[in-house]
C-alpha cells in the first residue's frame, strides 16, 4: 500500500494518478469487496476529481456497512482505498494549483474545495 501512495503522492501528472489508481482497483481485493455496494464505485476509467470525489463519499458508505456488520476483512481494505484515494485527490488538488495562473496582487482567495474545509461559525 505505501508503494502506491508514495507513487501517487510523487505523480508528476493527472494522467499518472489515474493509471495508478487503475492499476490499483484492478490489482487489489477492492472489486470484490465492494461490488455489492456500487459497481460504480470501482468502474474505470477514473477521469476527474469530482469522479474521484464522489468514489471516495461511496467508499466512507461502504466502510460504515462494513463496521456495523462487523466485516474486518471488508473494513481493512475500504479503509486503505479510501486512503490511496485520499492522496489522490490532494495530489490532484496539488497539481491544479500549480497549474494556475498566477493571481494578481490583492485579488481575494478563491473558495476551497477540499473535504476538509470547515464552516465558519459566526460569533453573537
Known sequence: MTLIAQA????????????????YVKATRLGSEVRSFS????GLPLFRPEDLRRRI??????????SKS?????????????YIFGEAL??????????????PAGAAPAASTRCTDQPKLEET
Do not use: H, W
Open 8 to 23: 501517487v503522492r510523487e505523480a508528476n501528472s493527472e494522467q499518472e494518478i489515474y493509471l495508478l489508481l487503475a492499476a
Open 70 to 82: 462487523l466485516d474486518d476483512s471488508s473494513r481493512v481494505v475500504l479503509k486503505e482505498a479510501l
Open 90 to 103: 490532494i495530489r490532484l488538488e496539488s497539481l491544479e494549483a500549480r497549474a494556475a495562473p498566477p493571481k
Open 39 to 42: 459497481q460504480q464505485m470501482i
Open 57 to 66: 463519499e461511496g467508499l466512507f458508505s461502504a466502510l460504515t456497512l462494513a
